[in-house]
């Protein structure tokens, strides 16, 4: 069935009765051609660009819970592709084009926002260094704009551009990025992959690899086993944990990141802003709620809940760029547990096992990446030669010195 | 989280910075044959378990001591506490 404006007024007129469940919630078979561990963003996309661009059949997505309820259903819904390494620009620009027809190819209303996102300067360092970023985002032909503070208070009049700790010089703004309806992206993908006959098997933990003679011939699981031509790991901050099965250590630590949403306020905040001199960021959800984050925790982590000094950094970045969050009441905070590379860039790539492949280390800015990593890892997965736009996320780069590293911090994941 | 410091007693975790795992302490030997291959799995490869975890925190806002912490990642429950000095020197690294 496929949803459109026509078919929500017939709903609304014969009682809602013709829905339907989005997806179905087959048995696992005996075997398939690929099974995708982790029902995330990442894995669905996998599944759907697997079956509709590369026309593959036989797929399976094993997720050890419910489908968005890892990160995908737990981030600030960040979009944009202001990256500077060409390692990463191209990629996450290809993501952007692909959010933008997103909607159409998956006919899901995943709630597309292209609201903008804009850093702001607060020093002439701050302002080469955006401008730099600016003129390499556009080299890969994604868009970007240097704003003056008045063209900033045009569009947030409540910015105070002269505070005396933190002025406002001006900003880099993305006006193509913006913000998705997290869980609709796992339910789009997961619904359109369905479609395409991809069983999508919830409650199903993987519990180890079958391996003989170096190739993976399938995974155990809560479910019995799953045979597999090509078993592709997707679990994000479980990557450790699910690798180790599997004998392979990795360049990834698990930490805890944060997130906040308050009270549902009129709307006052019409773009995604992030605060140069601090870690701080925020956009208004359209029900109204600011949603905002800062800092990991800093520490290795798999509890998906985090500490107070942390709560109370974030809030202070909060107060000294937008003092008005102060009167509005925080309703809801919660963790999400990322797979933190040494790097601070992701990998996309086969492991030494035959028929075992890999995707993850994608920090705490893998959301945004969702359409391409889905792309990327099935251009692998049914070629086994990288994606043009992933040819740099490779294992080896640690070994070869070829590092995507952003922010030039070097092998501390907590600060990337 | 509060860490029962050695020598200070209960202090809140907010005052160290956190580096990672313990195992950094074994910095291989730079003249090995395969010092390459040991440095890249010593500065890149991680256990990055899900349980006890032996990690490194430095006091600086305190005493400005390294300590070994082993702490579990899933509940963040701390079972013990070393001064890095003891550990390394416990398992032959200085004199
Ligand atoms: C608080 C927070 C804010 C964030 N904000 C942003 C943002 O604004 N912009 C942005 O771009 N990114 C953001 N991110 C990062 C982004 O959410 C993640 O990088 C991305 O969602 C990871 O990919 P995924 O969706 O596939 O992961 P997940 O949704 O975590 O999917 C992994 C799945 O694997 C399953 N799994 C794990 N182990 C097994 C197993 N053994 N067997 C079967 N299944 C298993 C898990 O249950 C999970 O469903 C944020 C993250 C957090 C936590």
Redesign the interface.
Known sequence: MSYSGFRVIKEALTGHRGWGPAWRTPDPKAEYDFVIIGGGGHGLATAHYLAKEFGKSRIAVIEKGWIGGGNVGRNTTIIRSNYLLDGNEPFYEMSLKLWEGLEQDLNYNAMVSQRGILNLIHSDAQRDAFVRRGNAMMLNGADADLLSTEDILKRYPFLNVNNARFPIKGGLAQHRGGTVRHDAVAWGYARAADRRGVDIIQNCEVTGFRIENGKCLGVETSRGFIGAGKVAACVAGSS??LM?KAGM??????HVLQAFVTEGLKPVFPGVVTFGAGHFYCSQSDKGGLVFGGDID??????QRG?L?VVEDVCEGGMAIFPMLGRVRLLRMWGGIMDMS?DGSPIIDRTHIDGLYFNGGWCYGGFKATPASGMAYAHLLATDRPHETATAYRFDR??TGRMIDEKGMG????LH | MIIEHPLLGPRDAAEFTYLGDAAMIHRPDWQAEDALAQFTTYGYLRDNPAGPHRELWFHEQGDRSWLVVTRDTTTHEITDVQLARDVARAEGRSK
Do not use: K
């Open positions: 450790g944990r180790e250590r990795l360049p990834i630590e698990s800093g520490y290795n982590s798999y509890a500490n000094p040494m640690f070994e092998n501390q994941p907590n």
